[in-house]
């Protein structure tokens, strides 16, 4: 939590306007010197407090794949951190009041800390795997509806060849539930269905650090989160269904209708 903090006066101060804006791997994925300096400060101060972390961070990939950086863990008995310094980065470039700093702690490849700071509404969201969520400190669990029709769902255009396929699901549930939103931060759309704000959130084509404290969290306030099959989320599930678990069997129904999606 204070790393996350850290990271997210970074955010306040330079909202709206970083001085260098570059671009990753397509003109839809951008990438400023602000979100490297966040993901500096948690580095800093997360192996400060424990020298044993390692880390998967989106601006500090470590090398290999996210099973090589877990069997190295596994090996080391190390803590591996989960980082995502700033959580809706096109937000951040434009000044839209919807970026998270995502923190989440995995040990001998379980995920046991999420954290989630909202730094434009000072929001803090915190949980321990078997042992419950909060917000602010007050403890938080999941919205009880039970129906897809009455659900207000979230989920997001990804960067790459699934944005089709997502635009393709938001049109079809627009028709079945009661409303659809996109923030722009898959990390921002898990703290809420965590907190009960919303009843589901879905994306295909998402990374190990926009999911992995949200997981944390989704589970630790009751909720369910699944790869878009339904088979459980792990460190290298992509396409990922999150729900309050009422409506999370029928989400997945209809996630599939006509475009069977490969398993993450
Ligand atoms: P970001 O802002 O950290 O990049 C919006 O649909 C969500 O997709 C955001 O959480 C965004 O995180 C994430 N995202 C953006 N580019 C991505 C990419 N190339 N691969 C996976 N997720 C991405
Ligand atoms: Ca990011």
Redesign the pocket.
């Known amino acids: 939590m204070e790393a996350a903090r850290v990271a997210g006066d970074l955010i306040r101060r330079y909202i709206g306007r970083p001085e260098q804006t570059l671009i990753?791997?397509s003109p839809?994925?951008l990438v400023t010197e602000v979100d490297k300096a966040c993901q500096d400060v948690i580095m800093d101060i997360l192996s400060q407090m424990y020298p044993e972390s390692a880390f998967l961070g989106?601006e500090a990939v470590a090398p290999g794949s996210v099973a090589a950086t877990l069997a190295a863990q596994e090996a080391d008995r190390r803590f591996l951190w989960v980082v995502?310094p700033?959580?809706?980065?096109?937000n951040f470039i434009r000044g839209l009041p919807a970026c998270t700093v995502s923190i989440g702690l995995v040990v001998l490849g379980e995920p046991v800390v999420g954290v989630i700071y909202d730094p434009l509404r000072d929001e803090m969201f915190a949980g321990i795997t078997g042992q419950g969520a909060a917000l602010n400190g007050a403890p938080m669990r999941v919205s009880d509806v039970d129906d897809l029709s009455s659900a207000l769902l979230a989920s997001?255009?990804?960067?790459?060849d699934y944005r089709g396929k997502n635009a393709e699901q938001i049109r079809r549930f627009g028709y079945q539930v009661r409303n659809v939103r996109a923030f722009?931060?898959?990390?921002m759309h898990l703290a809420y269905v965590a907190a009960g704000r919303l009843d589901g959130f879905w994306?295909n084509?998402?990374?190990a650090w926009?999911l992995l404290a949200g997981a944390v969290l989704v589970k630790a306030a009751g909720g369910e989160i699944t790869d878009a099959l339904g088979a459980p989320y792990t460190l290298e599930t992509r396409h990922v269904a999150a729900t309050n678990g009422r409506i999370h069997s029928e989400l997945l129904r209809d996630l599939d209708v006509d475009h069977p999606l490969q398993s993450s």
């Open positions: 990753k791997s839809h994925d989106e995502d700033i959580d809706g980065t096109l997001g255009l990804p960067t790459g722009g931060s898959a990390a994306e084509d998402l990374n926009d």
